[in-house]
Every structure is written in structure tokens, then in C-alpha cells.
């Protein structure tokens, strides 16, 4: 999974036309994109909406209320029962939480990170076996961090690397926060590329129009290919020659490199 298209769960329509897109992920959110008055209606939809994303093999993803809260134990009696692949918990805080909620739904989890507590757990939260993979969520984060506007990119990129590497030491799948500019194409060309160069996997969509754009930046570049290919080239030559070094542009190829290159190569088999 690479792109992950957040649709509120009351406007029914949205449903459908976000099935039209090339997500891999649909998140039905049940929390911050629906207004209190209409998550009842939302829970009422999900249903149905569960059923959708079946029918066309699209991942289903139900975003619930924080833990403890009065929507949470709602959105817990209208999940029961349904065709959800992974639940996603707001807020989450620590690891234990996420295993009270595991224990009373045991659906797997792609915890959202965006609390301070969250993040100071979040080594122990990508461990736990249920957790499939983290997202990052970070104006909440920014909020309860009480950050500044000077502060923001710093904060950013270090919770982006501390969720990158909890993910990367547990081997889960790792998403980014939302791009909220919906008409900076080419910023969210930039983030994209940076969020993949730091180790995420995929990014969270907020529009249909950002879905086709985050297949695209998460998945190895041209450059990226056309060197995994090479290596893969130099490997089998090697071999075949009796050597077991490989030089690659005058230089020597160790095995950090090989690894790197079979692992890009491996993205594109499994894409």
C-alpha cells in the first residue's frame, strides 16, 4: 500500500468517487473530517461502505474517535461485525492502549501518531505483532507538542525519521502525514520525494487528486531502477566470472549497496 484516500464517512458519494481513483487504501473516517452532529449517520454508512471496497479488492480502513472518548465506544459497536482490514486509532498514546483496543476488536492496527506520548512510545507501538504499520499524523502532534511556526520543519522532520525508523526497526509499513496545500503540486512533489527518501512507504491522501501523484512518488524513481538493474547485472557477471567483488562506475560495490539495489528491485516485483 502506497496511497491511503481519507473519505468522511457521512457524505455517501464520496464513497464511490474515491473508488473511481487508484488507491490502494480506503480510510472511512469516522472522526475529525465528519461534525459530531453527523457521526452517527457516518457509523450508519460504514457498512455499506465496507462492502464497496471489498467488491473492488480496495483495503478498508476504519479511522475511529481517540480511545476512552464517548464516539470511540460508538464507532467500536457500528465496526463489530464488519469487513474491516485495519483499524486505525487517533491519538494513539502508548502501546498499552493499543493493546486494550486489539484485546476487545482484534482487528490490526495502522496506528496514527500524532500525540506526544505517541511519539515517545513509538519504538514500542511498532513492535507490537497486531500493528501493520504507523501513520503520521502531525498537525495534532504539532498541537499537543504546543510547537511555534519557526520550530514547525524541524519538529516535522524529527518526528517524520522517529516514526521512519521505529517502522524500518519492526519492519512495518510507515505512511506520512497529510499535504494540506491541494494546490501546491509541486510542493507535494517535493515533500513526497523527501517523506520517500527518509524511509516512508506511502503518505495519507486527502483528495482524489493526490492519489495517482503518491503511487508514483513512492515507488522507486527511474534512476533508482535503472542502478538496481545494473548492480543486478554486475552480480550475475561476477559470477559468472569467479569474482565475488563487484565494481559498478569505478567503484566498488559492497554489500550494503547489493542490498540496497535487491530491495528496490523488489518494490517493483511486488508492485
Not at 69 to 87: A, H, M, R, T
Not at 120 to 148: R, Y
Not at 234 to 247: D, F, L, P, T
Request: aromatic share 8%.
Amino acid at each position: 500500500m502506497r496511497s491511503l484516500l481519507f473519505v468522511p464517512g457521512h457524505v455517501e458519494r464520496f464513497m464511490a468517487k474515491a473508488l473511481e481513483t487508484e488507491t490502494h487504501a480506503i480510510i472511512f473516517d469516522l472522526e475529525d473530517a465528519v461534525p459530531p452532529v453527523q457521526r452517527e449517520e457516518a457509523r450508519r454508512n460504514l457498512a455499506l461502505a465496507s462492502s464497496m471496497a471489498a467488491a473492488q479488492d480496495v483495503k478498508f480502513i476504519a479511522r475511529v474517535n481517540p480511545f476512552q472518548s464517548s464516539d470511540y465506544e460508538l464507532d467500536v459497536q457500528s465496526i463489530k461485525g464488519q469487513n474491516i482490514d485495519f483499524l486505525m486509532p487517533t491519538k494513539a498514546n502508548s502501546a498499552d492502549e493499543l493493546t486494550r483496543i486489539f484485546d476487545s476488536l482484534g482487528i490490526p492496527q495502522i496506528p496514527l501518531i500524532e500525540t506526544a506520548k505517541g511519539l515517545a512510545d513509538v519504538n514500542l507501538i511498532a513492535e507490537l505483532p497486531f500493528v501493520h504499520g504507523l501513520a503520521l499524523g502531525a498537525e495534532d502532534l504539532m498541537d499537543d507538542l504546543e510547537v511555534k511556526a519557526p520550530g514547525y520543519s524541524q519538529i516535522l522532520l524529527h518526528a517524520q525519521i522517529n516514526v521512519s525508523v521505529a517502522c524500518k526497526a519492526a519492519k512495518k509499513m510507515c505512511f506520512d502525514t497529510p499535504f494540506l496545500s491541494l494546490d501546491d503540486l509541486e510542493g507535494y512533489s517535493s515533500r513526497c520525494r523527501e517523506s520517500y527518501g527518509v524511509g516512508f512507504t506511502g503518505r495519507l491522501c486527502i483528495h482524489p487528486s493526490q492519489v495517482s501523484p503518491t503511487n508514483r512518488y513512492y515507488y522507486p524513481s527511474p534512476e533508482e531502477q535503472q542502478f538496481a538493474k545494473e548492480i543486478q547485472q554486475k552480480i550475475e557477471e561476477a559470477k559468472s566470472s569467479g569474482y565475488s567483488v563487484i565494481r559498478w562506475k569505478g567503484e566498488l560495490v559492497g554489500p550494503p549497496m547489493v542490498k540496497r539495489a535487491m530491495s528496490i528491485l523488489k518494490a517493483m516485483n511486488d508492485d
